[in-house]
């Protein structure tokens, strides 16, 4: 056999090998696929690093993870990652979604859910969770939860971007002070007078009108950080004037 002949033979069974090599490689997640060896076999699920889980969100959280549960025993290597994100997106509460596959049978998933900013009255006089968006979940009965404003009927029921407007009036409000938003019980709409606030402890009520909020809310902090080094308590706080804020005070017995 002539050298020349040896080396061809030599460059077939290497490249037959370098081929049977690749195929094998190629092939064997396929076969591994269909004997099950990429069947899910766990989903862990949980929040952000860094969130709790707010007594609000546990009803959905459940109903969620019972639906994301349901993908145990499909096949992790075809699974539609894009479509399983969109499906928990769709739920009202969720904000972000991180999905990922952790070989060869596990799933991850990690939300992000949007914060509670208020509560708002629903028929019969229950209350129920509105969102950083204005979205509004389910009705249900809340208890155990802490101080939030409540929207009256007339921001909830009427038309749902007063439920923005108001949320926007509300992300003004320091979170220390004497207008700090945990002093913010309620928040109400007049057709002709706009937005009102309720601000404890003498449940003042603060009219803002329709607008412009950014101007007035410095001013109604003047007044009532005037008010409050003086232990006056007022009745009404009129701020839906040009430059000026109009005060009627409590009477005192």
Known sequence: MSTKTLSWKIIALRTFGVLAVAGLVVATPFILQREGF???????????????MPAWLQSEWQSMRKDALKMKGRDLWSLDMDEVVREI???????????????????VLSIDPKELKALARAKKGALVPVLEDGTTL????????????????????????????????????????????????EVGFHEKEGYWILVMPFATKVRWGFGDFEKKISRVKQVMEYLDSRQIGARVIDADLSKKVVVRLRKTP
């Open 38 to 52: 990429f069947k899910i076999e766990s989903v862990e699920i949980s929040l952000n690093e860094g969130v709790m």
């Open 89 to 107: 997106k769709a739920r009202p509460w969720v904000r972000e979604v991180s999905l990922s596959r952790s070989w060869p049978d596990a799933l």
């Open 138 to 185: 389910s009705a249900e009965q809340m208890t155990n939860f802490v101080s939030l404003p409540i929207f009256s009927g007339e921001i909830t029921n009427e038309d749902p971007a007063r439920i923005k407007e108001a949320l926007r009036l509300l992300s003004l409000f320091p979170g220390q002070g004497v207008l700090s938003i945990d002093r913010v019980s």
